[in-house]
């Protein structure tokens, strides 16, 4: 008897695989390692994100389908790991003054962090909804971790339990929503759901209606999109900062990887029924996080319904449905993460133990003070704003525009009234910032090489961005036709 042994397409998940080693040696080095050599955790962890940045990089151009079809190759998932990949790159830079300051330098801190990352390439790879489940559990488990990774402040506490205990319910409506599609087609995988759609008649089937409503319960959690985010504001001011800033952006892009490839592609046949849901998901989501922004005393939580706010636009974009639109969501995403991240990363610089300096009156004369560091925290604003030349603005003109020519034009209306309204909040940091004195002494700086690259990458990326778009949004035309 003949034994035909498949063949093993390992490079499909070569990035996972070297993120994986990487957190597998870390996780020896930090039981063995003496405490006094524990400072060569971060410089390994950044050195195993850079080598799969590379191979990442180097797979471009490939289209393939690896282990029995549920993982997919493809520029789709590639652009998306990047961005995984780079935000957690800065996530680790960002980490390690911060960590030393507040006294919890644990190695399994950036453990955690490369298995997270592992999570959310997985969920961008999927082509099986039981990868998707897999990637997101795996980056979910993480994540409640590191929410409460300041384990003797009880505001961390709070973080991790609020987050783990309504992301433990969430998904359980994302899992319902997979057995039920598999109830009616009779399988999990995405290209497997496509076909069925284009051969069955039973669009109107209420099970398939109903299990399209949970998968976007599911995803809605994820993204943070009303009114599914209620976690959001406690869990980002609990959380140490530097784990505020890669929950911002590195779970809500893998939650649109996910959201588009399996609405988009898969659920496609039911766009007219999914589609007038995520247009009223753009109008809330952008109006409360906006208008409950403006309130904010607090740099985090104002960050947070900001957050809530940018999710709104995506789903924008996600409502035109069209190639401008889901091309425009993948450079938004990458935009949004260097914005965001040099953002948060101006917050550590500012704060020190004991002091993080939240509230935005602490901000007050840091302009005449700290020049340069107002200047950075200004670019970032004034990105997160939609002001040019920045990547925020040419993102929201690609996802506006391609609302418009949708034929969704009350819809872009909306969107871009709600982002003149947000300029309120983000220039009120400004204003602080320069037009202010000082309420109290100023804290010293302690710059770092660590977070001085943190805070170049991000800058550099958001004025690039919006200066020179057109090459970014021609990468993410090509991303997004493997999808299409």
Do not use: C
Request: hydrophobic share 55%; no cysteine.
């Amino acid at each position: 008897m003949n034994v035909v042994i498949p063949v093993i397409k390992w490079s499909a998940i070569g990035p996972e695989l070297i993120l994986t080693v990487t957190a597998m040696v870390l996780l020896l080095f930090s039981v063995f390692l003496k405490k006094e050599s524990r400072s060569l955790l971060p410089p390994l962890s950044l050195i195993g994100v850079l080598l799969a940045l590379g191979f990442s990089v180097s797979l471009w151009g490939r289209a393939e389908y690896a282990f029995q079809g549920m993982i997919v190759l493809d520029n789709y998932s590639l652009f998306f790991k990047i961005v995984f990949l780079v935000t957690t790159a800065l996530t680790i830079l960002m980490s390690i003054r911060y960590l030393q300051q507040e006294g919890f330098e644990h190695g399994e801190y950036y453990i955690l962090l490369l298995f997270a990352a592992v999570g959310m390439m997985f969920m961008a790879s999927a082509a099986d909804l039981i990868i998707v489940f897999l990637g997101l559990e795996t980056f979910s488990l993480s994540i409640y971790v590191l929410a409460g990774f300041f384990r003797t402040q009880a505001k961390s506490n709070e973080s991790a339990l609020k987050y783990f205990l309504l992301g433990s319910f969430s998904t359980g409506f994302l899992v319902y929503g997979i057995a039920l599609i598999y109830g009616a087609t009779g399988t999990t995988n995405l290209k497997g759901i496509f076909e069925f759609f284009r051969r069955a008649q039973l669009l109107q089937d209420p099970l398939l209606l109903f299990a399209m409503g949970l998968l976007i319960v599911g995803f809605g959690f994820k993204v943070a999109s009303v009114p599914f985010h209620m976690w959001t504001p406690d869990v980002y001011e609990g959380a140490p900062t530097s784990i505020t800033a890669f929950m911002s952006v590195g779970p809500k892009a893998a939650g649109f990887a996910a959201f588009l490839r399996v609405f988009v592609y898969s659920l496609s046949s039911l766009q007219a029924e999914w589609i007038w849901i995520l247009w009223v998901l753009a109008v809330l989501t952008m109006t409360l996080g906006n208008i409950v922004a403006i309130a904010q005393k607090n740099i985090k939580r104002m960050l947070a319904y900001s957050s809530i706010a940018h999710a709104g636009y995506i789903l924008v974009a996600m409502v035109a449905a069209n190639e401008l639109g889901t091309a425009g969501i993948l450079y938004y995403l990458l935009a949004y993460a260097f914005m965001n991240l040099g953002a948060f990363a101006v917050i550590i610089l500012y704060g020190r133990r004991g002091e993080e300096n939240l509230l935005l009156t602490d901000y007050s004369g840091m302009g005449s003070k700290y020049p340069l560091l107002a200047a950075l925290m200004a670019v970032f604003m004034f990105s997160l704003a939609g002001i040019p030349p920045t990547a925020g603005f040419v993102g929201k003109f690609y996802i506006f525009s391609a609302a418009v020519k949708a034929g969704y034009i009350g819809l872009a209306v909306i969107g871009v009234l709600n982002s003149a309204l947000s300029v309120y909040f983000y220039l009120r940091v400004t204003v602080m910032m320069y037009m202010r004195a000082p309420e109290k002494d100023l804290p010293p700086i302690a710059w770092s090489p660590a977070l001085a690259i943190s805070l170049f990458v991000a800058v550099f990326g958001t004025l690039q961005m919006g200066i020179t778009p057109a090459a970014y949004l021609e990468v993410a035309r090509k991303s997004i036709l493997a999808l299409l």
